[in-house]
């Protein structure tokens, strides 16, 4: 089992940064891979971004392609997302998940049913 804390939310101008960052503890971080997540009322959650277990492999929704990056510091049990040219339709709670099986890659990773443990979520505003 793993905890999962994300930060970094918060309200932000159409065009603007942020930062979210997802803390891990409880089970080996540096073995598992690594997604995020969003959701907006009413609608499924949605695929974001993902990133292997070794961090040599990123995987990204063609919505976000371009302006966000996924990356992990392991050593902080730390993984971030880096979101810019914000748009009011990125506005949604993200989640960060852990993937159920260590050393994984792959498509399977764009699936939230692969993960097996989930943050709370942070809300994100984008304002027109």
């Known amino acids: 089992q793993v905890q999962l804390v994300e930060s970094g939310g918060g309200l932000v101008q159409a065009g603007g940064s942020l930062r979210l960052s997802c803390a891990a503890s409880?089970?080996?971080?540096?073995?598992?891979?690594m997604g995020w997540f969003r959701q907006t009322p009413g609608k499924e959650r949605e695929f974001v971004a993902a990133i292997s277990w070794s961090g040599g492999i990123t995987y990204y929704a063609d919505s976000v392609k371009g302006r966000f990056t996924i990356s992990r510091d392991n050593a902080k049990n730390t993984v971030y997302l880096q979101m810019n040219s914000l748009k009011p339709e990125d506005t949604a709670v993200y989640y960060c998940?852990?993937?159920?099986?260590?050393?994984?890659?792959?498509?399977?990773?764009?699936?939230?049913?692969?993960?097996?443990?989930w943050g709370q979520g942070t809300q994100v505003t984008v304002s027109s």
């Open positions: 998940a852990a993937d159920r099986k260590p050393m994984g890659y792959g498509s399977h990773l764009r699936v939230p049913d692969e993960y097996d443990n």
């Open positions: 409880g089970r080996t971080f540096s073995s598992y891979a």
